[in-house]
């Protein structure tokens, strides 16, 4: 989908999860966070542009997202390249 729109720039992003939403409460319940909790909030990836993501979806693998998210940008730079 992301292809069939004429977009000149895009950002693919890991949400994260912080103590006190209700993500993160969502998150805890359904044991979604792959870290401990007590180190959660002093990871060093923890940053908007983090490697991976802080807690996995339902039926998709960390991998499959990172993947995904590295497809998306090596699209945009070979569009930006086209465009030189």
Do not use: W
Request: a positive charge; one cysteine or more; hydrophobic letters at 35%.
């Amino acid at each position: 989908m992301i292809t069939e729109l004429p977009l000149d720039d895009f950002g693919i992003f890991f949400a994260t999860p912080y103590k006190g939403t209700k993500l993160f409460d969502y998150c805890v319940q359904h044991k979604l966070i792959s870290s401990k909790i007590e180190t959660y909030m002093t990871m060093d990836d923890l940053q908007l542009g983090a490697v991976a993501p802080h807690f996995k979806p339902y039926k998709l693998a960390k991998n499959d997202l990172v993947s995904f998210q590295k497809k998306c940008y090596t699209y945009l730079e070979r569009k930006r390249n086209e465009r030189k």
